[in-house]
């Protein structure tokens, strides 16, 4: 079993940074995939970025990209999310997950933070 919890998410104004922080327990290791998604309300879930545990592999939706960076903490159970110029359709409830490799699905989700971006 995995267990992630994230933290860092705040109201900001358009233009802002956050980052945020999905810390990981459990049965982690370097082969698991992690990733963020996010929910706006009414709108489905939907991906956000996504690293390899190791670190090797990042992979960005194109609506964040050259925005967003995902990456791992020196504590090596942390994975972060780098937010800059922050838009108010960024606003969304976010989730930090994992999954093993072979698997096609993610099969754990933290709780999720909220990101409420004003214009």
């Known amino acids: 079993q995995v267990q992630l919890v994230e933290s860092g998410g705040g109201l900001v104004q358009a233009g802002d940074s956050l980052r945020l922080s999905c810390a990981a327990s459990?049965?982690?290791?370097?082969?698991?995939?992690m990733g963020w998604f996010r929910q706006a309300p009414g709108k489905e879930r939907e991906f956000v970025a996504a690293?390899?545990?190791?670190?090797?592999?990042?992979y960005y939706a194109n609506s964040v990209k050259g925005r967003f960076t995902i990456s791992r903490g020196n504590a090596k159970n942390t994975v972060y999310l780098q937010m800059n110029s922050l838009k108010p359709e960024d606003t969304a409830v976010y989730h930090c997950?994992?999954?093993?490799?072979?698997?096609?699905?993610?099969?754990?989700w933290g709780q999720g933070t909220q990101v409420t971006v004003s214009s």
């Open positions: 997950a994992a999954k093993r490799p072979q698997v096609g699905e993610y099969e754990y």
């Open positions: 459990g049965r982690t290791d370097s082969s698991y995939t």
């Open positions: 690293m390899s545990w190791s670190g090797g592999s990042t």
